[in-house]
């Protein structure tokens, strides 16, 4: 049995992947912050299942001591501060986290488990102001946010670890990738769970930023499966994980409004306090390498993702359990 170590396993991402794993008969580790509020929803519905270790990204000895008892065969690093707008809030601590954070967890891999596979969630924040379109595993990186920045960092110091010490260390450029279990911080769920209020009645408005930023959005379902095919290669390399289609912050409004038979034109007020102080107007990815190379290909179009998002709102706000 394989055992795998997932950092930031309470996450979207985490929760996603944790179940894929499990699917593939591994025995599952999740290393989780010791905080005084403990949020498990993501995973609540297959916890038993799973071991919860606590360490932290911002301690090394904890981290050494967490792979000298786990021993995995595959390490996910998932964990990061991951919302764009706090990282220019808190952006020495995005920087700790989403930047070191990596370096600490390779260099305890190094010292601990230097056989393991190491996969890095990269981010197509990275790319910012893009330099060329669509976006390739060889693009330039030109971060536009404290959150790219560090970003930029962890994947280039997971090449480095790579490249100096022989570790299989791997790293997935994904691109942005929703779900039902998304954060309510992040545009797309604010939107579907925006939608779903205001149909049943109990929201009235919804206030919004940059209508014509544009993203390459895909299925977190999707993705995780490509964090998983990488770290089944017998060589170690990056990859874009992208749907390579782009849709603006209207398309995404019009479709979910539309599926509950409402105009967004009717609810959307333009606020400039979400304005971004630095926008990152058009990401696409080129996921020809990921297609090629790992055999992968997202299953879930644009519009069943805005649709799969917006009816689990709907069946939160109507008091039902959703796993989706």
Same mark, same amino acid.
């Given at each position: ?5 997932? =950092? ?33 929803? &993501? ?7 799973? /071991?919860? &270790? ?25 964990? /990061? ?27 305890? $891999? ?25 976006? =390739?595993? =060889? ?41 039902? &279990? ?25 206030? $919004? ?83 090629? +190379? ?14 799969? $998002? ?6 939160? +706000? ?7």
């Amino acid at each position: 049995m394989k055992k795998a170590l997932i =950092t930031g396993i309470t996450g979207q991402d985490g929760s996603y992947l944790a179940e894929w794993l499990l699917s593939k008969g591994y025995q599952v580790t999740g290393m989780v912050r010791r905080a005084s509020t403990e949020t498990f929803d &993501r995973i609540a519905h297959f916890k038993d299942r799973i /071991a919860l &270790r606590q360490a932290d990204l911002l301690d090394q000895f904890s981290l050494v001591k967490l792979l000298d008892e786990v021993q995995p065969d595959e390490i996910y690093n998932l964990a /990061a501060m991951s919302f764009v707008p706090t990282s220019w809030s808190q952006p020495v601590l995005t920087g700790e986290f989403t930047a070191l954070g990596v370096t600490k967890v390779l260099e305890a $891999m190094r010292m601990v488990c230097p056989k393991a596979h190491f996969y890095q969630a990269s981010s197509s924040e990275m790319f910012g102001k893009v330099i060329e379109t669509p976006q =390739t595993e =060889t693009t330039p990186f030109y971060p536009r946010s404290p959150y790219g920045v560090a970003k930029a960092y962890g994947h280039f110091i997971t090449v480095n670890y790579r490249e100096s010490y022989n570790l299989f260390a791997c790293s997935g450029i994904l691109f942005n990738h929703e779900s039902p &279990r998304r954060g309510k911080e992040f545009v797309t769920r604010k939107i579907t769970d925006a939608v779903a209020r205001i149909k049943l009645g109990t929201q009235k408005e919804l206030r $919004m930023g940059n209508l014509d930023a544009k993203r390459d959005w895909g299925f977190a379902g999707d993705y995780v499966r490509a964090m998983w095919m990488m770290l089944q290669q017998d060589r170690a390399d990056d990859y874009v994980v992208a749907t390579g289609e782009t849709h603006s912050v209207r398309k995404f409004l019009e479709i979910a409004f539309a599926h509950v038979g409402l105009n967004y034109e009717d609810y959307v007020v333009i606020d400039p306090e979400f304005i971004r102080p630095a926008e990152v107007e058009l990401l696409l990815g080129n996921p020809a390498k990921a297609q090629a +190379q790992l055999g992968w290909k997202p299953a879930v179009s644009f519009e069943q993702l805005v649709t799969m $998002m917006v009816d689990a709102d709907l069946d939160r +706000q109507m008091g039902k359990t959703v796993t989706a």
